[in-house]
Structure formats: C-alpha cells, structure tokens
C-alpha cells in the first residue's frame, strides 16, 4: 500500500465469490467529519453473500464488505484501535467512515475476533461492559439480574 493507492476486495459483476479480485483503487480524500481507518481485519457476514448476488439491487463494480476492526489514521482519535460497522466497502486496506459508526475495541480483544464482533451493526451491544456474573453450583447468573 502507498499514499495513493490501496488495495480492496472489488466485485465487477454479481456471481459467486469467483468475481472477486484484489485491486489497486486511488485514495481519495477525506471528506468533512469522517475518519479513516487502516483495516487490520474485515468482517464478512450473510449480508455480504446476498449484495455479491445482487439480492439488495446496486451495482458493480463495489467493496465488499460492512465491519471491520483496525487503527484510525486520520481524523480525530488518529492511533484509536477501533471496531466499525455499518460501512459499505470495508473490505479493504482502507475505509473512510463516521465516527459513530466506530466503537473503541477493548485492549485484550484480538484483531480477528474484532472484526468479527462488528456483525450486523452489534458492537455497541456486544463490545459495552457488563455486570460480572456470579456462579453457583446450579447455574450462572447476571449479578445485576433480580
């Protein structure tokens, strides 16, 4: 990857994983309010099989993907190792997106399970602390359930 380009998972037609390819696409600049990450890891869900198929309409070529996890390069927060979703073209070195599209992936979560976390939109419910949980012999608890 440079300055000018980087490299993305491009679909030219709608088929199989087959029209898939690895390209080279030219970074543009960064528009008013958003940042840009440096995917470390890109998710991929059922979603991303039914755009490849056409199945929510659209048209080739495009990015796959939706979630990812990675490092935020520029904009504010730039070093936030972060989790993102809801952001078309995510497979990708790259990826321009808002900042509340994004969460802060915790310290002792690894890459490859961030980007996994980000499905369908979830890392706010799936990434937020929860209460510790107590257990006895009969069954585990939520220590702040009744």
């Known amino acids: ?8 998972a491009v679909a030219r037609s709608f088929s199989a994983l087959d029209v898939l390819r690895i390209e080279h696409l030219p970074v ?7 940042i840009r990450v440096a995917v470390r890891v890109g998710g991929v869900n059922p979603v991303d099989a039914a755009i490849r198929s056409s199945s929510f309409g659209g048209s080739t070529p ?3 993907g939706t979630e990812f996890a990675g ?6 927060s730039v070093g936030d190792h972060v989790v993102g979703f809801g952001t ?12 509340d599209r ?19 939109g979830s890392p706010h ?6 209460p ?12 702040s359930d009744p």
Do not use: E, I
């Not at 990857?1 to 993305?8: G, K």
């Not at 543009?28 to 958003?34: I, K, Y």
């Not at 419910?125 to 929860?130: K, V």
């Open 71 to 76: 490092v935020v390069t520029k904009g504010v």
């Open 125 to 130: 419910r799936t990434l937020q602390p929860r």
């Open 28 to 34: 543009r600049p960064l528009a008013p309010g958003s």
């Open 88 to 99: 078309p073209a995510s497979d990708a070195d790259l990826v321009d997106t808002s900042p």
């Open 102 to 120: 994004v969460v802060t992936k915790p310290d002792d979560l690894a890459w490859d399970l961030a980007g996994a976390s980000a499905r369908s």
């Open 1 to 8: 990857m440079n300055f000018q380009t980087y490299r993305a």
């Open 132 to 143: 510790p949980t107590t257990t006895t012999a009969s069954s585990t608890t939520n220590a």
């Open 62 to 64: 495009f990015v796959l």
